[in-house]
């Protein structure tokens, strides 16, 4: 059973900045496409960053330009940098395996916990 630990969510003003990170074990980590999905409350959890094995990264439209997700080889981590956070960033922020596009229908892992991110003044 794949167990992933998200990490470093909190609450943050607009504007303002946080960094996200997944822990991947890893015979999963080298492997798997990764991403990071996000479920605001009433809504659908979407893809909104993602990574492949080589490194090549792509965005939804929504986060285009403020977040850049990133992974660490040595450590088996997958991070989430998030700048200029608006209300609408409002989520619990999962990592999990990406092997299709932004936009296409995934498979998933076991979800982890997720980590709380609220942007409020």
């Known amino acids: 059973q794949v167990q992933l630990v998200e990490s470093g969510g909190g609450l943050v003003q607009p504007g303002g900045s946080l960094i996200l990170s997944c822990a991947v074990p890893?015979?999963?980590?080298?492997?798997?496409?990764m991403g990071w999905y996000r479920q605001a409350p009433g809504k659908e959890r979407t893809l909104v960053a993602r990574?492949?094995?080589?490194?090549?990264?792509n965005y939804s439209d929504s986060v285009k330009g403020r977040f850049t997700i990133s992974r660490n080889d040595a450590k088996n981590t997958v991070y989430l940098q998030m700048n200029s956070l608006k209300p609408e960033d409002t989520a619990v922020y999962y990592c999990?395996?990406?092997?299709?596009?932004?936009?296409?229908?995934?498979?998933?892992?076991?979800w982890g916990q997720g980590t709380q991110v609220t942007v409020s003044s």
């Open positions: 990574i492949t094995i080589d490194g090549s990264t």
């Open positions: 890893g015979s999963i980590f080298r492997g798997y496409n």
């Open positions: 999990n395996r990406a092997s299709r596009p932004i936009g296409e229908v995934q498979s998933y892992f076991i």
